[in-house]
T-cell receptor
Framework: DGGITQSPKYLFRKEGQNVTLSCEQN?????MYWYRQDPGQGLRLIYY???????QKGDIAEGYSVSREKKESFPLTVTSAQKNPTAFYLC?????????FGPGTRLTVL | DQQVKQNSPSLSVQEGRISILNCDYT??????FLWYKKYPAEGPTFLIS?????DKNEDGRFTVFLNKSAKHLSLHIVPSQPGDSAVYFC???????????FGKGTLLTVNP
């Protein structure tokens, strides 16, 4: 099946710990994106990558880091520098203007 | 500065009637618009899109209208079904950048 997978669905971490969220796609899309959703808010762009080995900051990149070593994979690390890391994180891959989303990871920092 | 605005946080409609969800934008450089549907704890799913060279696009029960002079677009769902109950996000992009700017969403509830 073609699609985008994010793992795990739910993630709990202690404050001060870094955590990496996984995103894999087999749609052969060049572009991949990470968004964050908070209650009552739209989706806010964290980082995006339009090609392997290249990525750009989105609107709220502080406290996050990414890598894009393979076309299929775009992991997001939430560092201890992120002040409010508890949120629902969504990964997407894109073909031209249309983006297709994974199921999301709910991160809770205790 | 919110460039894409969905001013109605929620909308309630009877089954079989029309649902109209609205979206306004401020950036005149946006040239492609999309609607996504999202259920709780799931990723958004793409519904329908429209390019700025058109003023209407239809796909089954879903129609999107674009009024460039008013910087306004709307999504019409006819007839509405209980399974349409979800949060609907409007999004916009410009040129070949392909970054999407999202509104905050409208929760649609379709009552049987």
């Amino acid at each position: 099946d073609g699609g985008i997978t994010q793992s795990p669905k739910y993630l709990f971490r202690k404050e001060g710990q870094n955590v990496t969220l996984s995103c894999e796609q087999n749609l052969n899309h060049d572009a991949m994106y990470w968004y964050r959703q908070d209650p009552g808010q739209g989706l806010r762009l964290i980082y995006y990558s339009q090609i392997v080995n290249d990525f750009q900051k989105g609107d709220i990149a502080e406290g996050y880091s990414v890598s894009r070593e393979k076309k299929e994979s775009f992991p997001l690390t939430v560092t201890s520098a992120q002040k409010n890391p508890t949120a629902f994180y969504l990964c997407a891959s894109g073909l031209h203007n249309e983006q297709f989303f994974g199921p999301g990871t709910r991160l809770t920092v205790l | 500065d919110q460039q894409v605005k969905q001013n109605s946080p929620s909308l309630s409609v009877q089954e079989g009637r029309i649902s109209i969800l609205n979206c306004d934008y401020t950036n005149s450089m946006f040239d492609y618009f999309l609607w996504y549907k999202k259920y709780p704890a799931e990723g958004p799913t793409f519904l329908i899109s429209i390019s700025s060279i058109k003023d209407k696009n239809e796909d089954g029960r879903f129609t999107v209208f674009l009024n460039k002079s008013a910087k306004h677009l709307s999504l019409h769902i006819v007839p509405s079904q209980p399974g349409d109950s979800a949060v609907y996000f409007c999004a916009a992009s410009r040129g070949s950048n392909y970054k999407l700017t999202f509104g905050k969403g409208t929760l649609l509830t379709v009552n049987p």
